[in-house]
């Protein structure tokens, strides 16, 4: 049964650390050169790179067709039928294609028009919000005849669902159709659920494979509709995949609508941010302003500084080039910030994106002609000498290396979608050659308490359930260590909740936060809990540009709080609410705050009260009462306190990592005693940020068993 169809034939063509201190910003970046013009081999199974070229029939970038010739233009299109018929046939396929063939976009739309779904849905994850969106905008635009988002089709993103009883297409973020599992194991919502991005093996696509197979099991078993089940990619280990799926059917649609040039650099370079910036002004000096640039580099500090680079060497007089419109994209930009990267740059301007990961897979920016690949991404690595420093993400330490083979694949399958384009590697090819074929799956390197704790609810425990990689044993022990301290299960090995578990689980939020909710009624701060714990969840509400930096922190100071970053965010959200509605925005642009994301939060907060009610709790609140909040962050974040130790640096009391005070917290320079804290940052150095301080002695008092078993002593 593990045959693969290869469909059509219309041949795929694709010719082809942290150190930002020593850069000067007029510097000249030195010239890359790179070699092989006319790219290279392929990589061997997925791409074809040596096949017949699909020409592009439009001269350059922007589409000057309509949005239906442009559907009728993709490689898939005239495999409709025969894809329709696979996905009859199969209860899973695996479905492998190259990027911008139109798997996203048009898969959905062919199960949909063949009536597959029948009177269910069709569920389509993506690893990324970003994608989500921006994925359910197109389909419903090519759909037409007026279809808004949330209509026919939808999107359900973490505290935003755009769905309604209309709804027939829901794309929506992994982790959002894991929450759903947990109400529904049988996900009856779905006939047909495609698990697209398959190969970037996110914690929650991992679970999910697990989940949708038992899902599909259950429905036979009691005969109930079937479930179709969808794996897609263009990069992924057909082998791998197929063998846990039960040997399914595999199939390989070929053809790419427009080809991308590769180059490599002739040598190796360590400075791969100032090869970016002499990259792109090396495109700059002779690409028609409307050829756009997106720039992948890894994380915010390092994207803002090559912004500011670019922005700065554009502007003196011997550079040549057209006006530039540069954005930047990362995780801890708004949600509008993030979306605003799809606006058509204005005439004769050249647009510049230059972006983490986000923007690796799934998504299409329109216009983008060229893209220049640093090569390097931040990966979240499981340290257990380190262990459970993010308790958002359950994410340790953040490390700086070298991509995977799929993701430069997928890096340069941003470009050549909507016309023909060029990816400038800035690694040699024998570098290439040299770096691990896949990604490791995030579930064998990232903290696994929330996801344990889901399963839990689902009725597995993570050391018995069927993933496809397992993680280390280590790593499912700490996290049902963690579990146990946190009074969601009675030891270890259950695979029961406790009641405070099964609550724990209502809330789209990590067990640490919701256990700190579930605390506060008894701490007689529940409202204040819920605005800290929704102002964790969202965007920052802080808005601190460059060069009014001090003005903002001046005109902030009147917030801040000896407690530390909670409590200031807490102050602020008090004063904005007592603000008058038609003031607000005034107040918000005096304060420099983001109106959006206040509002946001807000939003969320309302939600997770509502959540509250549903348990049973009552709201109340602590007023100027606050070491009523200071401890009841403890009940959740008792494994992040760091206590000052010497020469301005802390150590924490779980894993004794050494720690400094992030220069954005208002305690920096302050020196307290004792802090808890929700964030790490590493940079060269290992900062915390979003401090409370607390006392001592109410450690002993409110997580004893903690104290006992980890044996630990506080000066
Ligand atoms: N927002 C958009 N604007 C313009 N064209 C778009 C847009 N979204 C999709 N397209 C067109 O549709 C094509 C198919 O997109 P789709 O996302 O379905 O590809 P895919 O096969 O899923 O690619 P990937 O493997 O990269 O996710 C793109 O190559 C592009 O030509
Ligand atoms: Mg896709």
Same mark, same amino acid.
């Given at each position: 049964?593990?045959?693969?169809?290869?469909?059509?034939?219309? /041949?795929?063509?694709?010719? !082809?650390?942290?150190?930002?201190? =020593?850069?000067?910003?007029?510097?000249?970046?030195?010239?890359?050169?790179?070699?092989?013009?006319?790219?290279?081999?392929?990589?061997?199974?997925?791409?074809?790179?040596?096949?017949?070229?699909?020409?592009?029939?439009?001269?350059? /970038?922007?589409?000057?067709?309509?949005?239906?010739?442009?559907?009728?233009?993709?490689?898939?299109?005239?495999?409709?039928? =025969? *894809?329709?018929?696979?996905?009859?046939?199969?209860?899973?396929?695996?479905?492998?294609?190259?990027t911008g063939?139109g798997k996203t976009t048009?898969?959905?739309?062919?199960?949909?028009?063949?009536?597959?779904?029948?009177?269910?849905?069709?569920?389509v994850t993506q690893p990324r919000r970003v994608a989500a969106i921006s994925i359910a905008?197109r389909?419903?635009?090519?759909?037409?005849?007026?279809?808004?988002? #949330?209509?026919?089709?939808?999107?359900?993103?973490?505290?935003?669902?755009?769905?309604?009883?209309?709804?027939?297409?829901?794309f929506?973020t992994d982790?959002?159709?894991?929450?759903?599992?947990?109400?529904?194991?049988?996900?009856?919502?779905?006939?047909?659920?495609i698990l697209d991005e398959a190969h970037e093996?996110t914690?929650?696509?991992?679970?999910?494979? &697990?989940? +949708?197979?038992?899902?599909?099991?259950?429905?036979?078993?009691?005969?109930?509709?079937?479930? =179709?089940?969808?794996?897609m990619s263009a990069t992924?280990?057909?082998?791998?995949?197929?063998?846990?799926?039960?040997?399914?059917?595999?199939?390989?649609?070929?053809?790419?609508?427009?080809?991308?040039?590769?180059?490599?650099? +002739?040598?190796?370079?360590?400075?791969?941010?100032?090869?970016? +910036?002499?990259?792109?002004?090396? $495109?700059?000096?002779?690409?028609?302003?409307?050829?756009?640039?997106?720039?992948?580099?890894?994380?915010?500090?390092?994207?803002?500084?090559?912004?500011?680079?670019?922005?700065?060497? %554009?502007?003196?007089?011997?550079?040549? !080039?057209?006006?530039?419109?540069?954005?930047?994209?990362?995780?801890?930009? %708004?949600?509008?910030?993030?979306?605003?990267?799809?606006?058509?740059?204005?005439?004769?301007?050249?647009?510049?994106? @230059? %972006?983490?990961n986000i923007a690796e897979t799934s998504v299409t920016i329109? #216009?983008?002609?060229?893209?220049?690949?640093? #090569?390097?991404?931040?990966?979240?690595?499981?340290?257990?000498?380190?262990?459970?420093?993010?308790?958002?993400? &359950?994410?340790?330490?953040?490390?700086?290396?070298?991509?995977?083979?799929?993701?430069?694949?997928q890096r340069?399958g941003r470009? &050549?979608r909507?016309?023909?384009?060029?990816?400038?590697?800035?690694?040699?090819?024998?570098?290439?050659?040299?770096?691990?074929?896949?990604? @490791?799956?995030?579930?064998?390197?990232?903290?696994?308490?929330?996801?344990?704790?889901?399963?839990?609810?689902?009725?597995?425990?993570?050391?018995?359930?069927?993933?496809?990689?397992?993680?280390?044993?280590?790593?499912?022990?700490?996290?049902?260590?963690?579990?146990?301290?946190? &009074?969601?299960?009675?030891?270890?090995?259950?695979?029961?909740?406790?009641?405070?578990?099964?609550?724990?689980?209502?809330?789209?939020?990590?067990?640490?936060?919701?256990?700190?909710?579930?605390?506060?009624?008894?701490?007689?701060?529940?409202?204040?809990?819920?605005?800290?714990?929704?102002?964790?969840?969202?965007?920052?509400?802080?808005?601190?540009?460059?060069?009014?930096?001090?003005?903002?922190?001046?005109?902030?100071?009147?917030?801040?709080?000896?407690?530390?970053?909670?409590?200031? *965010?807490?102050?602020?959200?008090?004063?904005?609410?007592?603000?008058?509605?038609?003031?607000?925005?005034?107040?918000?642009?005096?304060?420099?705050?983001?109106?959006?994301?206040?509002?946001?939060?807000?939003?969320?907060?309302?939600?997770?009260?509502?959540?509250?009610?549903?348990?049973?709790?009552?709201?109340?609140?602590? !007023?100027?009462?606050?070491?009523?909040?200071?401890?009841?962050?403890?009940? !959740?974040?008792?494994?992040?306190?760091?206590?000052?130790?010497?020469?301005?640096?802390?150590?924490?009391?779980?894993?004794?990592?050494?720690?400094?005070?992030?220069?954005?917290?208002? *305690?920096? #320079?302050? *020196?307290?005693?004792?802090?808890?804290?929700?964030?790490?940052?590493?940079?060269?150095?290992?900062? $915390?940020?979003?401090?409370?301080?607390?006392?001592?002695?109410?450690?002993?008092?409110?997580?004893?068993?903690?104290?006992? %078993?980890?044996?630990?002593?506080?000066?």
């Open positions: 049964m593990d045959t693969k169809y290869n469909i059509g034939n219309n /041949n795929a063509q694709m010719n !082809g650390m942290n150190n930002k201190n =020593k850069f000067q910003i007029r510097d000249k970046p030195t010239p890359i050169l790179f070699g092989n013009k006319n790219g290279l081999p392929p990589s061997p199974k997925r791409m074809k790179l040596n096949g017949k070229e699909n020409k592009a029939t439009i001269p350059n /970038n922007k589409p000057k067709l309509s949005i239906q010739e442009q559907r009728k233009k993709l490689p898939i299109f005239d495999k409709r039928n =025969k *894809l329709i018929e696979l996905v009859q046939k199969h209860k899973t396929l695996i479905i492998l294609g190259e063939s048009q898969i959905p739309q062919f199960i949909y028009s063949a009536q597959i779904h029948e009177n269910g849905k069709i569920g905008t389909v419903a635009a090519e759909i037409g005849q007026g279809t808004q988002v #949330g209509e026919l089709v939808g999107y359900s993103v973490r505290f935003q669902d755009e769905t309604s009883k209309k709804t027939k297409i829901k929506m982790g959002m159709l894991l929450r759903e599992a947990i109400f529904d194991r049988q996900l009856m919502e779905y006939n047909v659920i093996r914690i929650h696509t991992d679970v999910l494979f &697990g989940i +949708v197979k038992k899902a599909q099991k259950l429905r036979e078993n009691r005969d109930l509709p079937p479930l =179709k089940i969808i794996i992924m280990d057909v082998d791998h995949f197929s063998q846990y799926f039960n040997n399914c059917q595999a199939v390989y649609i070929e053809g790419r609508t427009y080809p991308v040039s590769l180059h490599y650099t +002739v040598k190796p370079h360590d400075d791969y941010e100032a090869a970016c +910036v002499a990259t792109f002004f090396k $495109i700059h000096k002779d690409a028609p302003p409307d050829h756009d640039v997106l720039i992948f580099l890894t994380g915010q500090e390092e994207i803002e500084t090559c912004a500011n680079r670019i922005r700065t060497l %554009s502007k003196q007089p011997d550079v040549i !080039g057209p006006p530039l419109k540069i954005y930047t994209l990362y995780a801890a930009q %708004s949600h509008s910030q993030q979306m605003s990267i799809f606006q058509p740059s204005p005439a004769n301007t050249r647009k510049v994106i @230059i %972006s983490t329109s #216009g983008i002609k060229y893209v220049i690949d640093s #090569g390097m991404d931040i990966l979240q690595m499981c340290n257990f000498r380190c262990r459970t420093f993010h308790p958002t993400t &359950g994410l340790e330490t953040l490390k700086v290396q070298r991509i995977s083979q799929e993701q430069a694949w340069t470009a &050549g909507d016309s023909e384009g060029h990816c400038y590697r800035l690694y040699t090819r024998s570098q290439f050659e040299l770096m691990r074929k896949a990604t @490791i799956p995030e579930i064998q390197r990232a903290n696994l308490c929330t996801v344990s704790l889901q399963l839990l609810s689902l009725g597995f425990h993570s050391m018995h359930f069927n993933f496809m990689d397992k993680p280390p044993k280590e790593s499912i022990t700490a996290a049902s260590e963690h579990l146990v301290l946190l &009074g969601a299960v009675e030891n270890i090995a259950s695979v029961v909740l406790t009641p405070i578990g099964k609550k724990m689980n209502k809330f789209p939020i990590d067990p640490h936060f919701s256990k700190i909710i579930l605390s506060a009624s008894e701490f007689g701060c529940l409202e204040e809990a819920l605005i800290v714990v929704a102002l964790m969840s969202a965007e920052s509400i802080l808005i601190t540009p460059q060069s009014k930096r001090e003005q903002a922190q001046q005109v902030r100071q009147k917030f801040h709080s000896a407690y530390g970053d909670l409590v200031t *965010l807490l102050n602020i959200v008090r004063e904005f609410n007592s603000v008058a509605q038609n003031n607000r925005k005034a107040w918000c642009h005096e304060h420099f705050i983001n109106m959006k994301n206040i509002l946001h939060v807000k939003e969320i907060k309302d939600q997770l009260e509502e959540i509250c009610c549903k348990c049973g709790l009552s709201i109340n609140s602590c !007023g100027g009462q606050l070491d009523q909040l200071r401890k009841c962050l403890i009940t !959740g974040l008792f494994t992040n306190v760091a206590e000052l130790y010497r020469d301005k640096q802390y150590i924490t009391l779980d894993k004794r990592n050494t720690v400094q005070i992030h220069p954005s917290s208002v *305690l920096h #320079g302050q *020196l307290p005693h004792l802090v808890i804290f929700t964030e790490v940052v590493q940079t060269n150095k290992c900062y $915390i940020r979003g401090l409370t301080t607390i006392e001592s002695k109410w450690i002993q008092d409110i997580v004893p068993e903690y104290v006992k %078993s980890k044996n630990i002593k506080i000066s």
